[in-house]
């Protein structure tokens, strides 16, 4: 966590559109793999936090998208940062 998010905050998190998940650490957005992601909620819910979600929101489908783009990356790493937050009691309040 930055040293703007003190205990109780909500923390931010982005879900890119390639499927990448990174953490506002006060100036910027880093990216994080698995492990790190798991420690910062693990942090986040021992202080009482709570996550602010960005990004990930689906795309209307028009039917003419190729077979391969058929699954949004943005969409499962913001589906997969919304169970991991619910399994720790997380709140998480979602923005576009």
């Known amino acids: 966590m930055g040293a703007s ?3 109780g905050d909500a923390l931010t998190i982005y879900a890119a559109a390639d499927g990448t998940i990174s953490v506002d650490v006060g100036a910027r957005y880093v990216a994080v793999g698995d492990d790190d992601l798991e420690r910062i909620l693990d ?35 913001a589906s997969y940062v919304l ?10 309040v979602r923005e576009a």
């Open 5 to 7: 998010h003190d205990p």
């Open 43 to 77: 942090r986040v819910a021992s202080e009482g936090g709570a996550i602010r979600l960005l990004g990930g929101t689906e795309r209307a489908d028009d039917g003419d998208e190729p077979p391969d783009r058929e699954s949004d990356a943005g969409v499962m790493a």
């Open 83 to 92: 169970a991991m937050s619910h399994a720790r009691g997380l709140r998480v």
